[in-house]
């Protein structure tokens, strides 16, 4: 977040109107995304209360999971609904050429996209994978390989998660932050009701302001899980748990509590799901940013990945990753947030805007231009850098010396000559080091016209992956080489229900 | 002292005060700049009554589920005079096997479930000096809910920690159970962070009972147990923990809490919280007189608030009807140092409004911001 976005911020507020903070969507939108809504019971780690999934807004399947004993049989149903969805993505490949040094391979013209209520849905799923992908498999029982598999993609679609740009498993309340600015505070806008509210306010609310404030009425507002709370436990489940373990006790029969628990889960959730589905109609409206694109064809190249993964080897992520393993996790999650910053920036005049606020790019009109500008190399002959001076009024806090990148031409770049500070603006010139062609063969297109109003940011630094020592290299300062089977923290306990 | 009891007594009106307890305690290191909420506390002041009174949402409701989960999971721990409790503990703490002995301090000199707190308080100093000064017969290492007393702005708090570890080497241990699992090793940090700064409460209540008696506060260690479910089981893990940064900070906001006559010289003559309970102990207390007797003590709202006060609602709606920046979150508040409310800073974007000397930077910010989103608007970039 920058000064701009705290600007607009207020700007909200004092308006009662959301603003938009892009013109642009730049993750990409799947026409049939899974849409999954989760419960956890309060109190025991990862024992889900229910989940709501589907990809027809108007058919949502409802999966409760019994107040008490196994929950096995729910979280296979689970299991398989997801993994019919994923499957359904792997119906159709495409064909790769060899390029560079990898060899020509197929990848899968579809990936999973999973929509989530918030980041604490992540969290819950990711906890749930945790605990499912060590589970043991039984060969009596085919439940139990669905419900590791479940397992292995929950962890692998959390992971996704983690990294910026990211398309396979999106918390619907960052998504929506990213592209509208509201009038209240970062911690409200988690609440998917209430930023919902002050982005597409109903017809007969004055404002989003007002919109927002009717959404946390308590009587109606509910929170979008995975947490409930507390008056929801005391007052509805409490009471239905215990007539549960009542009639468990006296033998009697429990289908009448559970089908009340259903009815009851089924009213709680259904508001959200209607709110997931308002929020995937307003991003869809919006233009898809052209980066995007090359962002999903990523996607599915580490879906496809993951496919051969699992029907080669599939032993399940280890529970904590091993140094080098975390370094590359690192490393990776790093890249994609430079990657998604650079694309962003070249596609979206807001992001733009607000790197000229907090000096990491500036904007101004082009002057002069000198293209007959040539320089001497190292062997003596000549090399044609042509050269232009922009006229900015952005407070710049940047040397010379300084790798700029433009939006307009996306191939060149720019280093940054001499600053002149002026009466009420600054002159900047700048030289073009790529992108213009050779001397005998010059590309003119590069050559900005004089008077156009240009952008110029900071140079994405060229990323090339660190390179990390093999698993078994791994240095004593880093624990040294791991043990054969670091796999099984959960050895002997297995699966204990209650 | 009396005479800040006989204020803060007038400030809290009819009902009896509500004492500090470890959490209301560990509240304070969260907004320790919120002088309302210091006050309120001193006063012992019943925040969840003042919140029901004004019809507020009430975030901070305990959930029943929960309430059952952690207490079944304490009694599995402590179960059989804490037989599942002295393996961990001599694993964390390596407490030999002769040392292992239990005490539960619930229930002592009657068969009620629970005795009174000043008589448990009193075992529980016997048995600590006891142990502090190795008189040979007594040998205790756990002592299972004992009560400990803290000194906050002058009165008497009673605290009670879950268990209490008397190591050979003659050092004490604050062990506290918690039903937040610890996955693969790793548990929730905000949780643990309350957790500690929980624990550093009934540290400094120790060390205070030790220095009563001449005794050195090393002997109470920073080091903190905390016991927890392991994993997706019930099974308990106990993890060593390094509280020092939540003890010095707790007992720095104790410290501050002295800080109360200047607060109190503050506020009008009879400033008044009363809620004046009828005869059939609803309140009668007007709303509007209530809230206005709330606006003459300085709150300091941040959006985090919800997260630990009774009242984060009412302050909301008054941080927002001033239009100040910090209802925005403490991104903008911080941001806007300097410029507490959203009239003013948007007037000196619109340079309807000169800018002071301290707010010419700022000022010059905020115009650029909104020059470049014109331009934004207009198009031209």
């Known amino acids: 977040m920058s000064l701009l976005t705290s600007l607009l911020k207020m700007r909200a507020a004092d308006t009662g109107n959301a603003l ?9 939108l799947s026409d049939q995304p899974l849409m999954l809504l989760a419960m956890t019971r309060t109190g025991p780690a990862a024992r889900p209360l229910a989940v709501m999934l589907g990809t027809d807004p108007h058919r949502p399947q409802l999966l409760v999971a019994p107040p008490s004993g196994s929950t096995t049989s729910m979280l296979a149903t689970l299991a398989d609904a997801v993994t019919a969805y994923i499957d359904a993505c792997q119906r159709h490949s495409e064909h790769l050429p060899a390029i560079n040094n990898k060899p020509a391979r197929r990848r899968y013209t579809d ?64 998504f929506l932050s990213m592209h509208w600015v509201t009038g209240q505070s970062p911690q409200e806008d988690e609440d998917l009701a209430t930023l919902l509210a002050w982005i597409d306010p109903p017809r007969h609310a004055a404002s989003g302001r007002d919109a927002a404030y009717e959404a946390e009425d308590p ?16 007052d509805h489940l409490a009471p239905l748990f215990d007539a549960y373990a009542r009639a468990r006790a006296q033998g009697q029969d429990q289908a009448r509590t559970l089908e009340e628990l259903e009815r009851l889960l089924a009213a709680y959730l259904h508001p959200t799901w209607d709110l997931m589905w308002q929020a995937y109609t307003l991003l869809q409206a919006l233009p ?3 980066s995007s694109t090359r962002r999903w064809d990523h996607e599915r190249t580490v879906f496809t990945d993951e496919c051969v993964y699992l029907a080669q080897d599939g032993r399940p992520r280890p529970a904590r990753d091993q140094a ?24 979206d005049p807001f992001a733009r805007a607000e790197l000229r606020t907090t000096g990491e790019a500036f904007g101004g009109t082009v002057t002069a231009i000198d293209s007959k500008h040539t320089l001497r190399g190292p062997t003596g002959r000549p090399q044609w850098r042509p050269r232009f001076t922009v006229s900015t009024t952005d407070l710049l806090r940047m040397e010379p010396g300084q790798l700029l990148a433009c939006h307009a031409y996306r191939k060149a770049g720019y280093k940054i000559c001499e600053i002149t500070p002026a009466d009420d603006d600054t002159l900047v010139e700048l030289e073009i080091t790529a ?26 630094d060229p990323y090339r992956m660190p390179e990390f020592p093999a698993r078994d290299q791994t240095p004593w300062t880093h624990g040294g080489p791991p043990a054969d089977h670091p796999d099984h923290s959960n050895e002997g306990e297995g699966e204990e229900e209650q | 002292m009396s005479s800040l009891d006989a204020r803060l007594g007038v400030l809290r009106g009819t009902a009896p005060p509500i004492p500090h307890s470890a959490r209301t305690l560990a509240a304070l290191t969260a907004n320790p700049t919120c002088d309302r909420r210091s006050l309120i506390d001193a006063a012992g002041i019943d925040k969840a009554a003042l919140a029901a009174h004004l019809n507020l949402p009430q975030p901070l409701r305990k959930s029943q589920l929960a309430l059952d ?13 804490g037989a599942p409790l002295v393996p961990l503990l001599r694993q964390a703490l390596a407490l030999t096997l002769p040392e292992a002995s239990y005490q539960d301090v619930n229930s002592v000199g009657s068969d009620d479930d629970k005795s009174s707190l000043q008589l448990r308080h009193a075992h529980t100093r016997s048995r600590i000096l006891s142990a502090a000064h190795r008189r040979p017969s007594q040998h205790r290492t756990l002592l299972d809910h004992p009560v400990l007393h803290l000194t906050v702005a002058g009165h008497q708090a009673y605290l009670e920690p879950d ?8 050092v004490f241990h604050v062990v506290e159970i918690k039903s937040f699992p610890v996955i693969h090793g790793q548990s929730d940090p905000l949780k643990v962070d309350a957790a500690l700064t929980q624990a550093a409460a009934y540290v400094l209540a120790l060390r205070e009972l030790l220095a009563d008696d001449g005794l050195p506060p090393e002997r109470v260690s920073d080091t903190v147990i905390l016991v927890n479910p392991r994993n997706f089981t019930q099974h308990p893990t106990a993890t060593p923990y390094k509280a020092y940064q939540q003890i010095k900070s707790l007992s720095r906001h104790l410290g501050r809490l002295r800080r109360l006559p200047e607060l109190l010289d503050k506020l009008p003559p009879h400033t008044t919280l009363d809620l004046a309970p009828g005869p059939d102990g609803k309140p009668t207390r007007p709303r509007g007189e209530l809230a206005a007797a709330l606006a003459t003590v300085p709150a300091r709202y941040t959006p985090g608030c919800r997260h630990h006060c009774d009242l984060a609602f009412h302050c909301r709606t008054e941080a927002r009807n001033q239009r100040r920046t910090a209802a925005l979150g403490t991104k903008v508040r911080d941001d806007l140092a300097g410029i507490d409310t959203i009239d003013t800073a948007l007037a000196l974007t619109d340079g309807q409004l000169h800018p002071a000397r301290d707010q010419k930077d700022i000022t010059q910010a905020l115009q650029q911001a909104q020059r470049i989103y014109a331009e934004l608007q207009t198009g031209i970039a």
């Open chain 1, 435 to 460: 992108g213009m062609g050779h001397a005998d063969r010059p590309n003119y297109d590069v050559l900005p016209e004089a008077g156009a109003f240009l952008v110029f940011t900071i140079a994405p």
């Open chain 1, 111 to 174: 990936a999973p996209q999973i929509l989530v209520p918030n980041p604490q849905t992540v969290q819950h799923l990711k906890v749930l994978g945790d605990d499912l992908r060590f589970r043991r498999v039984d060969d009596q029982n085919p439940d139990s390989r669905a419900v590791q598999r479940l397992g292995h993609w929950l962890t692998y679609l959390t992971d996704r998660a983690d990294i910026p740009g990211s398309a396979a498993l999106i918390p619907m309340t960052s």
């Open chain 1, 20 to 28: 938009r903070a892009s013109q642009l969507r730049h993750l990409h």
């Open chain 2, 69 to 81: 989960y952690g207490l079944a999971f304490e009694h599995k721990v402590t179960a059989q005079a």
């Open chain 2, 163 to 170: 268990i209490i570890a008397f190591h050979r080497d003659g």
């Open chain 1, 288 to 290: 898809e940013a052209k």
């Open chain 1, 324 to 347: 080098v393993a975390a370094a590359v996790r690192l490393a990776r999650m790093e890249h994609g947030a430079a990657a998604f910053a650079a694309e962003r920036a070249a596609d």
């Open chain 1, 219 to 234: 009587a109606t507002h509910r929170p979008a899980g995975p947490a409930t709370d507390a008056a929801f436990d005391n």
